[in-house]
């Protein structure tokens, strides 16, 4: 058996263990072994659909050390005015070049693509190829460190929840460009941004809306895109944004409330003005999506898919509803991220990679990492590295914001720590608030009137989150 010696063991080779090793590369001189049991760096992102972007600006994703895209600003389609969104196939040839360009090229860190972790004990690991072949002993001197707690599925390598009858075409969106000519008429299961993307992509290729059927369990509550743009040419949108958002959260009587305020504020978005989104999970959508997934006027609402049969559908709560005869189904049904409890990132030789700023996961890790390479005490590393909880629902929204805040202000105390935050390139609006033109009044002003409604916003918000409709 093949031994090898390392001072730390990434579990996982997507966003997350990338991002955490590339800022441990630059900011120790500790040696790695990366381990995953897919063939190619990228995690899911292997295998997303084809048609799938990113939700944020490719200008803040991927690893601190390598740029995402070109920071184009888009001049046609929905997202026209802001920042380019990377593709699928973009993130999975980014991160292949992190891993050839960066991280073995620094001949400190050793890659084991199809590998899968047999076991794990103090002093290291057992890992054991997919395709055959003898066991490795991993020998850990420093930690393992696993950036795979979120457990993150996708269409078309989930467990369906729900049974297809023989004759029923149902297919992952992966299929959807090969199986959509010719079919007609086309069924959504689904309720999450994977949904929004496939209805978007089916209107946008010229599918009659009146072909679609979408079966919609809950509503979700939307991020306006417009309010998460970086760089100084879109200070007021962001930042201004957040200053209202704040304003909002202070004076807020109820979640519902909030969500309101927010609303007209142009914060937040739903697809059905008269339907009260029931979900949160900080997807993030263009105003030019959001119209053109209204154009889908046959929703099914209420209880989940437990079958489909052909021309129909049966439900959880036992009802049925007819659809079209010889519809193509698609799945969007996966989790994404599975909502485990918050641990602590920090434990013994153990580290737990967490998103320690909703909803930025590579970021997340990129800080644990520096805080892993300059602070000692478990305590403190632990402090400034408080997993947030996710939210599933709008009455998680509270507590999830008031948990970024209070990381917030302990990164903002740590002189060192705040200074390579706003170098970070993955801290797409601490480096906006930092370039503001202070002289210009009106900057001045939503600066000011940020600042004024932080506080009162976590108060309020603490209590909003203590009620008895928020989790």
Same mark, same amino acid.
């Given at each position: 058996?093949?031994?090898?010696?390392?001072?730390?063991?990434?579990?996982?080779?997507?966003?997350?263990?990338?991002?955490?090793?590339?800022?441990?590369?630059?900011?120790?001189?500790?040696?790695? %072994?990366?381990?995953?049991?897919?063939?190619?760096?990228?995690?899911?992102?292997?295998?997303?659909?084809?048609?799938?972007?990113?939700?944020?600006?490719?200008?803040?994703?991927?690893?601190?050390?390598?740029?995402?895209? #070109?920071?184009?600003?888009?001049?046609?389609?929905?997202?026209?005015?802001?920042?380019?969104?990377? #593709?699928?196939?973009? %993130?999975?040839?980014?991160?292949?070049?992190?891993?050839?360009?960066?991280?073995?090229?620094?001949?400190?860190?050793?890659?084991?693509?199809?590998?899968?972790?047999?076991?794990?004990?103090?002093?290291?690991?057992?890992?054991?190829?997919?395709?055959?072949?003898?066991?490795?002993?991993?020998?850990?001197?420093?930690?393992?460190?696993?950036?795979?707690?979120?457990? &993150?599925?996708?269409?078309?390598?989930? $467990?369906?929840?729900?049974?297809?009858?023989?004759?029923?075409? +149902?297919?992952?969106?992966?299929?959807?460009?090969?199986?959509?000519?010719?079919?007609?008429?086309?069924?959504?299961?689904?309720?999450?941004?994977?949904?929004?993307?496939?209805?978007?992509?089916?209107?946008?290729?010229?599918?009659?809306?009146?072909?679609? %059927?979408?079966?919609?369990?809950?509503?979700?509550?939307?991020?306006?895109?417009?309010?998460?743009?970086?760089?100084?040419?879109?200070?007021?949108?962001?930042?201004? #944004?957040?200053? &209202?958002?704040?304003?909002?959260?202070?004076?807020?009587?109820?979640?519902?409330?909030?969500?309101?305020?927010?609303?007209?504020?142009?914060?937040?978005?739903?697809?059905?003005?008269?339907?009260?989104?029931?979900?949160?999970?900080?997807?993030?959508? #263009?105003?030019?999506?959001?119209?053109?997934?209204?154009?889908?006027?046959?929703?099914?609402?209420?209880?989940?898919?437990?079958?489909?049969?052909?021309?129909?559908?049966?439900? &959880?709560?036992?009802?049925?509803?007819? *659809?079209?005869?010889?519809?193509?189904?698609?799945?969007?049904?996966?989790?994404?991220?599975?909502?485990?409890?918050?641990?602590?990132?920090?434990?013994?030789?153990?580290?737990?990679? $967490?998103?320690?700023?909703?909803?930025?996961?590579?970021?997340? /890790?990129?800080? !644990?990492?520096?805080?892993?390479?300059?602070?000692?005490?478990? =305590?403190?590393?632990?402090?400034?590295?408080?997993? +947030?909880?996710?939210?599933?629902?709008?009455?998680?929204?509270?507590? /999830? *914001?008031?948990?970024?805040?209070?990381?917030?202000?302990?990164?903002?105390?740590?002189?060192?720590?705040?200074?390579?935050?706003?170098?970070?390139?993955?801290?797409?609006?601490? $480096?906006?608030?930092?370039? !503001?033109?202070?002289?210009?009044?009106?900057? !001045? =002003?939503?600066?000011?009137?940020?600042?004024?409604?932080?506080?009162?916003?976590?108060?309020?918000?603490?209590?909003?989150?203590?009620?008895?409709?928020?989790?």
């Amino acid at each position: 058996m093949e031994t090898i010696e390392t001072d730390y063991l990434v579990i996982g080779a997507g966003a997350v263990g990338l991002s955490f090793a590339d800022a441990l590369l630059a900011e120790s001189s500790a040696t790695m %072994v990366v381990v995953d049991r897919r063939h190619a760096p990228g995690g899911h992102w292997n295998d997303a659909y084809p048609f799938v972007r990113l939700h944020q600006p490719s200008l803040f994703y991927g690893v601190a050390s390598m740029e995402l895209g #070109s920071g184009r600003i888009d001049d046609a389609g929905p997202n026209a005015g802001n920042f380019e969104l990377a #593709s699928g196939p973009e %993130v999975v040839t980014y991160f292949e070049r992190v891993m050839r360009e960066r991280l073995l090229p620094s001949g400190r860190v050793r890659y084991l693509p199809m590998h899968d972790v047999v076991s794990t004990d103090n002093g290291g690991a057992l890992v054991r190829g997919r395709l055959g072949g003898a066991d490795r002993k991993i020998v850990v001197n420093r930690k393992i460190v696993d950036g795979t707690y979120y457990n &993150t599925t996708i269409p078309s390598t989930h $467990q369906r929840k729900f049974d297809v009858a023989p004759g029923v075409d +149902c297919i992952a969106p992966n299929d959807l460009p090969r199986r959509a000519p010719g079919a007609g008429r086309f069924v959504i299961l689904g309720g999450g941004k994977t949904a929004m993307d496939v209805g978007v992509w089916l209107l946008e290729n010229g599918v009659d809306p009146d072909a679609v %059927v979408w079966v919609r369990p809950r509503d979700s509550w939307l991020i306006n895109r417009d309010t998460t743009q970086p760089t100084s040419r879109f200070f007021h949108q962001s930042i201004g #944004s957040m200053a &209202t958002q704040m304003e909002a959260a202070v004076v807020a009587t109820s979640v519902d409330d909030l969500f309101d305020r927010l609303e007209a504020a142009d914060i937040m978005l739903r697809i059905d003005p008269t339907t009260r989104p029931e979900m949160f999970h900080y997807a993030t959508i #263009s105003i030019g999506e959001v119209e053109l997934l209204r154009r889908i006027g046959d929703v099914r609402r209420g209880a989940r898919v437990t079958r489909i049969e052909p021309g129909a559908l049966a439900f &959880t709560d036992g009802a049925r509803s007819s *659809t079209p005869p010889g519809a193509l189904y698609i799945d969007c049904t996966a989790t994404a991220v599975e909502r485990r409890p918050p641990v602590p990132t920090f434990n013994g030789d153990r580290i737990t990679l $967490q998103m320690v700023r909703l909803p930025n996961p590579a970021f997340s /890790a990129a800080l !644990a990492a520096y805080v892993e390479a300059h602070y000692t005490d478990e =305590a403190e590393k632990n402090r400034l590295c408080a997993a +947030c909880p996710l939210p599933d629902s709008p009455a998680d929204w509270p507590a /999830a *914001t008031v948990a970024n805040m209070m990381n917030q202000y302990a990164w903002n105390q740590d002189k060192t720590l705040r200074d390579w935050i706003t170098r970070c390139r993955l801290d797409g609006f601490g $480096q906006v608030v930092r370039d !503001a033109d202070k002289s210009d009044p009106a900057q !001045a =002003a939503v600066l000011q009137r940020l600042k004024e409604a932080i506080m009162p916003a976590v108060m309020n918000l603490q209590r909003l989150a203590a009620q008895p409709d928020a989790a």
